[in-house]
């Protein structure tokens, strides 16, 4: 884990409104670490200044952490690291190892999403 005082970028599609309603959930409590919340359905300069392409931003869910850029189950676990009652889910997922497990159910979540929230090139770059 990188210096836990450098604030984490959470990028979200606040076009989803699933996504929508967890980022507001984490978004109401007060994180031990400054979080910047990005969101990266205005267009894909968000994005870009970020090194990342909107088409993989929208397909899968992004925290970084200084230079470092964690993506599906594991950018939720580090975005829960930060976040009161969220943390001791972080810490069991790293302790029990079930990393790989989270990511099977979040691969098979974020494909669905994919389809249904990008359909007819919704997501592409404009």
């Not at 810490?91 to 990393?99: C, G, I, N, P, V």
Request: hydrophobic share 40%; net charge positive; proline share 6%.
């Amino acid at each position: 884990m990188q210096n836990s005082n450098s604030p984490l970028r959470v990028l979200y599609d606040g076009g989803c409104p699933l996504c929508r309603r967890e980022i507001a959930h984490y978004q109401r409590l007060r994180p031990c670490r400054p979080v910047d919340w990005i969101d990266i359905d205005g267009g894909p300069r968000t994005c870009e200044s970020l090194g990342i392409t909107r088409e993989d931003a929208m397909a899968r869910f992004h925290v970084l952490e200084g230079t470092r850029i964690h993506t599906g189950a594991e950018a939720f676990v580090v975005l829960w690291s930060a976040l009161p009652g969220w943390h001791f889910l972080a810490t069991l997922a790293r302790t029990l190892r079930l990393l790989p497990v989270m990511e099977l159910g979040y691969a098979w979540f974020a494909q669905r999403r994919w389809k249904k929230r990008c359909q007819d090139d919704r997501c592409a770059v404009i």
